[in-house]
T-cell receptor
Framework: AQSVTQPDIHITVSEGASLELRCNYS??????LFWYVQSPGQGLQLLLK??????LVQGIKGFEAEFKRSQSSFNLRKPSVHWSDAAEYFCAVDPYNTNAGKSTFGDGTTLTVKP | EAQVTQNPRYLITVTGKKLTVTCSQNMNHEYMSWYRQDPGLGLRQIYYSMNVEVTDKGDVPEGYKVSRKEKRNFPLILESPSPNQTSLYFC???????????FGSGTRLTVV
């Protein structure tokens, strides 16, 4: 069965600093990989996704993520964090070759931005 | 506007009283899914659907039912709610599995 691990429950960064949120997955092959953001009291919004091709993918709001097959990782990055980026971030996987539509989310990382 | 609409947004009910949370999408998406979100547990998939009349269990299906009689609607049914089903529920839809999901605004359910 697939699984997703987000090792950091809570991260605090200063506004303007760089950000990296970690995501590791466990699956037999390369799955579909996603990052979502959830602002307080809101639903989730898709930031970016990866399945194949260039391992560095660009998303909305200035985010990017890098897929590393050897490390089974899909870490989310942003060069300069804005106060409005404070939210909860979820990594998710969808298996490639079976169970279309079945998805697994990590437990989330809460980002706090200091002024 | 393209969206996933859930109703109600908030619901307080009593143990054992059947309820339905509705979900509708206007994007002609094939895939739809229900999740529950609990503190420290992230999002867990309850049921998902690949198309009309095609549904399958997610990770936590016990105590829930779904149906997909029309492409746009995917209601979540709790036949006999219990307090451990108190949670924040999200419906989501997607045009294809590599597109990612569009989420509704959530339904906060409290079972007393």
């Amino acid at each position: 069965a697939q699984s997703v691990t987000q090792p950091d429950i809570h991260i605090t960064v200063s506004e303007g600093a760089s950000l990296e949120l970690r995501c590791n997955y466990s699956y037999g092959a390369t799955p579909y990989l996603f990052w979502y953001v959830q602002s307080p009291g809101q639903g989730l919004q898709l930031l970016l996704k990866y399945f194949s091709g260039d391992t560095l993918v660009q998303g909305i709001k200035g985010f990017e993520a890098e897929f590393k097959r050897s490390q089974s990782s899909f870490n989310l990055r942003k060069p300069s964090v804005h106060w409005s980026d404070a939210a909860e971030y979820f990594c998710a996987v969808d298996p490639y070759n079976t169970n279309a539509g079945k998805s697994t989310f990590g437990d989330g990382t809460t980002l706090t931005v200091k002024p | 506007e393209a969206q996933v609409t859930q109703n109600p947004r908030y619901l307080i009910t009593v143990t054992g009283k059947k309820l339905t949370v509705t979900c509708s999408q206007n994007m002609n998406h094939e895939y739809m899914s229900w999740y529950r979100q609990d503190p420290g547990l992230g999002l867990r998939q309850i049921y998902y659907s690949m198309n009309v009349e095609v549904t399958d269990k997610g990770d936590v299906p016990e105590g829930y039912k779904v149906s997909r009689k029309e492409k746009r609607n995917f209601p979540l049914i709790l036949e006999s709610p219990s307090p451990n089903q108190t949670s924040l529920y999200f419906c989501a839809s997607s045009s294809d599995r590599d597109y990612g999901y569009t989420f509704g605004s959530g339904t906060r359910l409290t079972v007393v």
